[in-house]
């Protein structure tokens, strides 16, 4: 039957299609939904990781020991799991191996925008990249052959659009498989393959090259890259989302429609360039297909035309094409009624994600602003903490990156308070080992732990902390306390945010004490929860209209010009205003019960 | 009456349930015969962020992501969050604009305005002249539920459309959960009246 999928749904499915038998993943936007999915599959088993190097190791593992594997992540997960992902490709697989890698054109959710194709060509395997739900199934099932025909890892490419847009796909309801008895193979040795030590991985690197020209030679006759005939004027290159803007604002043109970024097919360029006037490549990001085609000889239209920054859509495609010349200016979409009017002038300011209400980062973050610490952040939800009125955080790179910047700030001994924040999934991630080089080093920071019991921004995983599997198995819950403690750290505290009193002491005391020390913030996500308590009221004749409780950040606190007020829909209860209000002017007016975790 | 196409545009604020609304549009779509295909944004900017989720309806639907000028619907579950997206109208286009507002950072801190309804008005009114005004949240809340709005909107595009009601109603079914399937039907036939 037909289904509207996601790309990552449609993904996940053509796993499941495929007989993978194996996936690993660390949670990441936007790739996050496909191993989430991927997991409810029969037959299947699928596991959150620490992080993406591992993730990649335990699917290699799984792949020498004879079964398809795949691991999901997003673009910067491949640079954490770069490492693992070269030298697969020296030792090539059993089972076969896909890396699902979603790039994030536009940064909806990221810290960069890098163009994973690149992969290919520096880690020197092929690249599939679906256009839509239904390749990324197909292709999905093309790259597991291809991974086992030609003995390496495959890259599967998707990006933002394609993984978070839904389209139509032909799908059969997964059975409920009879438990195959499968046979346990014995591990099979073998050591010039797979252990790259230099004497062999110099034979190895000579089979990687001649597979690349085997791979190479394949591209030009495989149906994914396909040849659509059009007028002979313009000649257009393109592979994923960007094939789909293009068709639709060049409905005419011939096509050279990519289903692999790389290796690339030399003889199809030049028959393309053979059959129009001008080539013209409409890629997202990186000059990728320029640079070959230019190699090649090729003169082609690219990146002079259409950016190199940010996300393509097809206006932007149109634009770019009519300014060049490339289409008439008669092609351009007539907006609205006002035709070449401008549009009357509206103060709209813009609305920047924040902290949800009832967040216990909050409160942390309003305490270290009042220190004037120096923080030094990290990636997840408490990314948040550097947007005004907080205006809290001082630095936020990639995954665990705080902790390593705090320690080499507070070596030069600056004379600011410094503090590192880190949440939970992302201190088992990355976090962990700069802590430890700063107990080795004899460093003196203060380490926060924002512990809410999940992994947050990317849709409520679970994590090593958490006590449960993404197959919803009850496992072991590492007690981060108890972690941090067998590090030689003895200054740990932990305190539930929403106890100023206690925040306020804590801070200060750990700023203050010259030794490595460690803060756990614990406090379950409220959204996850669905944490909501009846909002309190303003009392308008004590409110004094100082604006404290407008700084704390929270939406539901809205300025009326003279006095504060609170929009109830909104608010979730969670008191923290009421605490921060210095004239009493905040009321909980309703009696109810609060949860265990409130103080 | 099968169209050429019909493109819609969800806009509001993380959590007022755009990608419900958008779900449902897309899976009617499908059981009216067309080519359909949705996108819409995850992540970061859900968390209190504008958000904005597309449906295209066709013959064959190439591109996600509609372009500026074509839109058919734009459902508007904020003032302002509609506001950023007027452009996109076509010259026929019709918009449902949901009378809330939730006040962005700048506003809630003091340090701007949100624009008065009639400002709205008057920039909607320069795209179209097909412009519903629905209080859309206060009958939600009226009903228990503001994310019911978002249904009700919904149920004043579908009036308009002139498609047969049991094709919505067999989706929301299948795409609510359980409990609150009655409750979004009556949302649902809630915009439907106020539109006809």
């Not at chain 1, 993978?20 to 991927?38: D, L, Q, R």
């Not at chain 2, 779509?29 to 968390?47: C, F, I, P, T, W």
């Not at chain 2, 320069?126 to 412009?131: A, Q, R, S, V, Y």
Request: with cysteine; glycine share 10%; net charge negative.
């Amino acid at each position: 039957m037909k289904k509207l999928l996601t790309g990552n749904e449609a993904i996940a499915y053509g796993a499941y299609r495929a007989g993978v038998k194996f996936g690993a993943a660390y949670p990441g936007t936007p790739s996050t939904e496909i191993m989430s999915n991927y997991a409810k599959y029969p037959g299947v088993y699928a596991e959150w990781t620490t992080n993406e190097k591992v993730s990649l190791d335990v699917a290699i593992g799984a792949s020498y020991a004879g079964k398809r594997a795949f691991v999901t992540m997003k673009h910067v997960g491949l640079n954490v799991a770069a490492d693992s992902l070269f030298y697969a490709v020296f030792t090539g697989v059993k089972g076969g191996l896909v890396v699902v890698t979603a790039d994030d054109p536009g940064m909806h959710s990221s810290q960069n925008e890098q163009d994973n194709r690149n992969y290919g060509k520096f880690a020197k395997l092929p690249v599939l990249e679906p256009a839509d739900s239904a390749e990324g199934a197909e292709f999905m099932g093309l790259a597991m052959e291809l991974s086992e025909t030609y003995d390496t890892p495959v890259i599967l490419r998707s990006t933002t659009r394609i993984s978070h847009s839904r389209s139509l796909i032909e799908v059969e309801e997964p059975q409920k498989l009879e438990e195959l008895e499968e046979e346990i193979q014995y591990y099979q040795r073998n050591v010039t393959k797979q252990i790259v030590m230099p004497n062999n991985a110099r034979k190895l690197h000579v089979i990687v090259e001649e597979r690349l020209r085997r791979l190479a030679e394949y591209a030009e006759t495989a149906s994914f890259n396909r040849l659509e005939p059009g007028d002979d004027e313009l000649g257009i290159v393109a592979s994923g989302v960007a094939y789909q803007y293009a068709r639709e604002v060049f409905p005419n043109a011939t096509f050279l429609k990519l289903g692999m970024a790389y290796p690339l097919p030399r003889e199809l360029f030049f028959q393309l360039a053979n059959k129009v006037k001008k080539v013209v490549v409409i890629e997202e990001l990186d000059p990728f297909y320029e640079e070959h085609l230019r190699v090649l000889g090729i003169p082609v239209i690219g990146k002079e035309v259409f950016p190199i920054t940010g996300e393509f859509n097809p206006a932007l495609i149109r634009q770019c094409a009519v300014k060049a010349g490339l289409l008439p200016s008669t092609a351009h979409v007539q907006i609205a009624a006002t035709g070449e009017k401008a549009l009357p002038a509206i103060n709209l300011s813009p609305r920047p994600p924040m902290l949800c209400p009832g967040c216990g980062y909050r409160g942390i973050f309003h305490e270290l602003t009042r220190m004037k610490a120096l923080v030094f952040g990290d990636i997840g939800c408490y990314t948040l903490g550097c947007i005004p009125p907080l205006d809290a955080t001082h630095t936020c790179g990639c995954m665990g990156a705080g902790i390593g910047v705090l320690h080499g700030v507070d070596k030069v001994e600056v004379k600011d308070p410094t503090v590192a924040v880190i949440g939970d999934s992302t201190l088992f991630h990355s976090g962990l080992a700069p802590l430890i080089n700063i107990v080795y080093n004899g460093g003196v920071s203060t380490v926060i732990i924002f512990d809410n019991r999940i992994t947050a921004m990317t849709g409520f995983q679970g994590n090593p902390s958490t006590g449960n599997t993404l197959q919803g198995k009850f496992t072991v819950a590492i007690n981060i306390e108890d972690m941090v403690r067998s590090m030689g750290i003895n200054k740990i505290d932990t305190v539930n945010p929403f106890d100023v009193k206690k925040v306020r002491g804590v801070l200060k005391d750990h700023l203050n004490t010259p030794e490595v020390s460690v803060i756990v913030s614990r406090y379950p996500c409220t959204l996850y929860n669905k944490e909501k308590y009846p909002a309190p009221i303003i009392e308008v004749e004590k409110c004094n209209y100082c604006k404290n409780c407008l700084k704390i950040g929270c939406a539901p606190l809205v300025d009326r010009e003279n006095h504060v007020e609170i929009d109830a829909i909104l608010c979730n209860g969670c008191g923290y205003c009421i605490k921060v209000c210095p004239t009493g002017a905040i009321v909980q007016d309703q009696e109810f019960e609060r949860g265990e975790c409130h103080v | 009456m099968f169209r050429e196409k019909v493109d819609f545009l969800c806009a509001g604020v993380g959590g007022q349930g755009t990608i419900l609304v958008s779900d449902i549009i897309a899976e009617a779509g499908l059981e009216l015969g067309y080519d359909v295909k949705k996108s819409e944004v995850h992540g970061m900017a859900q968390r209190g962020g504008g958000v904005e989720s597309q449906v295209r309806w066709g013959k064959k639907v190439y591109s996600p992501l509609v372009e500026q000028g074509m839109v058919d619907y734009l459902l508007g579950f904020e003032m302002m969050e509609a506001a950023r997206w007027v452009e996109f109208l076509q010259p026929d286009g019709k918009i449902m604009i949901n009378q809330y507002r939730i006040p962005p950072p700048a506003v809630t801190m003091g340090n701007a305005t949100y624009p008065p309804k009639e400002e709205f008005d008057h920039l909607f009114s320069c795209c179209t002249k097909n412009i519903m005004w629905i209080n859309a949240t206060e009958r939600a809340q009226l009903m228990g539920n503001p994310t019911l709005a978002g249904v009700i909107l919904l149920g004043a595009v579908a009036k308009d459309l002139e498609t047969p009601v049991g094709v919505w109603l067999k989706v929301i079914e299948q795409l609510v959960p359980e409990r609150f399937i009655e409750l979004n039907k009556e949302a649902f036939q809630v915009g439907m009246n106020i539109a006809g």
